[in-house]
T-cell receptor, first 114, second 115 residues
Framework: NAGVTQTPKFQVLKTGQSMTLQCAQDMNHEYMSWYRQDPGMGLRLIHYSVGAGITDQGEVPNGYNVSRSTTEDFPLRLLSAAPSQTSVYFC?????????????FGEGSWLTVV | AQSVTQLDSQVPVFEEAPVELRCNYSSSVSVYLFWYVQYPNQGLQLLLKYLSGSTLVKGINGFEAEFNKSQTSFHLRKPSVHISDTAEYFCAVSVSGGGADGLTFGKGTHLIIQP
């Protein structure tokens, strides 16, 4: 059972380039989300999905796009990278909205935009 | 909207000493409360959670937390820490029970264990 898998683990981008952070889970979870973690800021929600075909914005969505074509995958796209998007990105998933369900996090993707 | 304040950004403690990491929250509705731990270069792992019932919650690795509704606090404690407890600890709240859309995190507390 792989849990939540994120790729790549490390990436350096030039300003203006685009890229996609991949996230996959093999637990048949309905809910998936993307957070960014910045020093002294904790984790902030970027986008989330409550099921295939359904996505919504979180606290800091600007500059990011998501889609959910399958239950397993929830990619995060940076359309035109900016230095302010230098951060550590975490994907998370949980079975459903019930309070008893644990949220599982991936191991993170370190992104540097120069 | 809800918010979380972790009162200490960094807590140094000697090995085998007790520790308390403080967390206060603000919300106009009932919340669910969580503590997560992040070891260096890893993702977040759930330590414990309060959903309802007993206000004293026990988690993994010997940690426990007490929910205090009147003081809107959810402090994390461990009676005797080990070097392996060195990590970043995050308090989080949710009004939806922790579904992926609903976690609000504090800024984290770095626990430093000194030999």
């Amino acid at each position: 059972n792989a849990g939540v898998t994120q790729t790549p683990k490390f990436q350096v981008l030039k300003t203006g380039q685009s890229m996609t952070l991949q996230c996959a889970q093999d637990m048949n979870h309905e809910y998936m989300s993307w957070y960014r973690q910045d020093p002294g800021m904790g984790l902030r929600l970027i986008h989330y999905s409550v099921g295939a075909g359904i996505t919504d914005q979180g606290e800091v969505p600007n500059g990011y796009n998501v889609s959910r074509s399958t239950t397993e995958d929830f990619p995060l796209r940076l359309l035109s990278a900016a230095p302010s998007q230098t951060s550590v990105y975490f994907c998370a998933s949980t079975f459903n909205r019930g309070p008893g369900n644990t949220i599982y996090f991936g191991e993170g993707s370190w992104l540097t935009v120069v | 909207a809800q918010s979380v304040t972790q009162l200490d950004s960094q807590v140094p403690v000697f090995e085998e000493a007790p520790v308390e990491l403080r967390c206060n929250y603000s919300s106009s509705v009932s919340v669910y409360l969580f503590w997560y731990v992040q070891y260096p270069n890893q993702g977040l792992q759930l330590l414990l959670k309060y959903l309802s019932g007993s206000t004293l919650v026990k988690g993994i690795n010997g940690f426990e937390a007490e929910f205090n509704k009147s003081q809107t606090s959810f402090h994390l404690r461990k009676p005797s820490v080990h070097i392996s407890d060195t990590a970043e600890y995050f308090c989080a709240v949710s009004v939806s029970g922790g579904g992926a859309d609903g976690l609000t995190f504090g800024k984290g507390t770095h626990l430093i264990i000194q030999p």
